[in-house]
Nanobody, 120 residues
Framework: QVQLEESGGGWVQPGGSLSLSCRASLPISTIYQVGWYRQAVLGPQRALVASVTDRDGTEYADSAKGRFAISRDNAENTVNLQMNGLKPKDTSVYLC?????????????WGQGIQVTVSS
């Protein structure tokens, strides 16, 4: 069982920056992949924003490339998402998701989500 807790959301004006942090209940180095996702307004769909693997391989949504940066901090046991140049369309609930690879299969864990609002 892995618990993930997000922090750092809030309100910012267009063009501003926010940093999100996801803290895990296990050493972050033991989680294969940790990502940040946007929750759909309607329905349970989640869209990947950025992810990082245990070997520091990263992946970004096209909308995040050049503006967002994801990183793992093993000492703090967190995965952080630095968001710069924020736009109103970035407004969403952001969730932290972790993928664990067990011998019996893959399991995903999710945080509760945190609101990010970009508006003037």
């Amino acid at each position: 069982q892995v618990q993930l807790e997000e922090s750092g959301g809030g309100w910012v004006q267009p063009g501003g920056s926010l940093s999100l942090s996801c803290r895990a209940s296990l050493p972050i180095s033991t989680i294969y992949q940790v990502g940040w996702y946007r929750q759909a307004v309607l329905g349970p769909q989640r869209a990947l924003v950025a992810s990082v693997t245990d070997r520091d391989g990263t992946e970004y949504a096209d909308s995040a490339k050049g503006r967002f940066a994801i990183s793992r901090d093993n000492a703090e046991n967190t995965v952080n998402l630095q968001m710069n140049g924020l736009k109103p369309k970035d407004t969403s609930v952001y969730l932290c998701g972790g993928q664990m690879n067990y011998t019996k299969g893959i399991k995903y864990y999710w945080g509760q989500g945190i609101q990010v609002t970009v508006s003037s």
